[in-house]
């Protein structure tokens, strides 16, 4: 077995067109696929990059205060896999489709 790993991969999707998203996050994945990589991990699941000025979010651009959530979706860098609104974003639905055999 390939035991290589391409990890925390993403686009900050908020502050790029989708046309790039999509050409980033397939061509990571079709080219570890092709490559026989063992696993790949999509940065991230939820955002914790926000955007000064926005309340809660530290100095070092993180969300780090829990009694002032980030959840407005341009304060946010778009490093996710799920919107603050629970909304599913592209990446999701192109590895979803990945994992169930879409080519």
Same mark, same amino acid.
């Given at each position: 077995?390939?035991?290589? $790993?391409?990890?925390e991969? *993403? ?7 989708l046309?790039?998203?999509? $050409?980033?996050v *397939? ?7 092709a490559?026989?990589?063992?696993f790949?991990?999509? +940065?991230?699941? /939820?955002c ?6 926005a309340? *809660?979010?530290g ?15 341009e304060?946010l860098n778009?490093? +996710? $896999? ?7 974003? +592209?990446?999701h639905? /192109?590895?979803?489709?990945?994992l169930?055999?879409?080519?």
């Open positions: 077995a390939n035991a290589l $790993l391409v990890g991969f *993403g686009v900050a999707q908020t502050k790029v067109p046309e790039d998203v999509k $050409l980033v *397939g061509n990571v994945v079709n080219t570890a696929l490559l026989g990589v063992a790949v991990l999509f +940065w991230e699941a /939820y914790n990059e926000c955007r000064a000025p309340k *809660g979010c100095a070092d651009g993180r969300c780090r205060d829990a009694h002032h959530e980030v959840r407005a979706h304060q778009g490093f +996710w $896999l799920i919107r603050p609104d629970g909304s599913f974003a +592209w990446p639905n /192109y590895l979803a489709a990945k169930a055999g879409a080519s």
